[in-house]
Nanobody, 124 residues
């Protein structure tokens, strides 16, 4: 049974930082691309950042470039996103997802496993 468990969310002031983690089990983690998506209240889920199975390719949404950094530790079956200079518009539920094609790109269609999400709230 595949499980993706996110952690690290919380309440932070604008300009602050958070580090989200996603621990994976039940799959060969090193073969999967990994991505982070978010959904704000009343809005559709959107891509935030993704990383390929090798870590050699990384994709960022324009809204987070220069502020967010994704990384993965295949030995720990974990993917991280360091979020700096947070803004109120970064508020939402952040979901970790696994891409069976290994790419970790922007399209949610190739992500076949999803976590339950962790809430990130950025106050102004």
């Amino acid at each position: 049974q595949v499980q993706l468990v996110e952690s690290g969310g919380g309440l932070v002031q604008a300009g602050g930082s958070l580090r989200l983690s996603c621990a994976a089990s039940g799959l060969t983690f090193s073969q999967y691309g990994m991505g982070w998506f978010r959904q704000a209240p009343g809005k559709e889920r959107e891509f935030v950042v993704g990383i390929s199975w090798t870590g050699g390719n990384i994709y960022y949404a324009d809204s987070v470039k220069g502020r967010f950094t994704i990384s993965r530790d295949n030995a720990k079956n974990t993917v991280y996103v360091q979020m700096n200079s947070l803004k109120p518009e970064d508020t939402g539920v952040y979901y970790c997802a696994a891409d069976h094609l290994g790419y970790g790109t922007t399209s949610s269609g190739t992500y076949n496993f999803w976590g339950q999400g962790t809430q990130v709230t950025v106050s102004s």
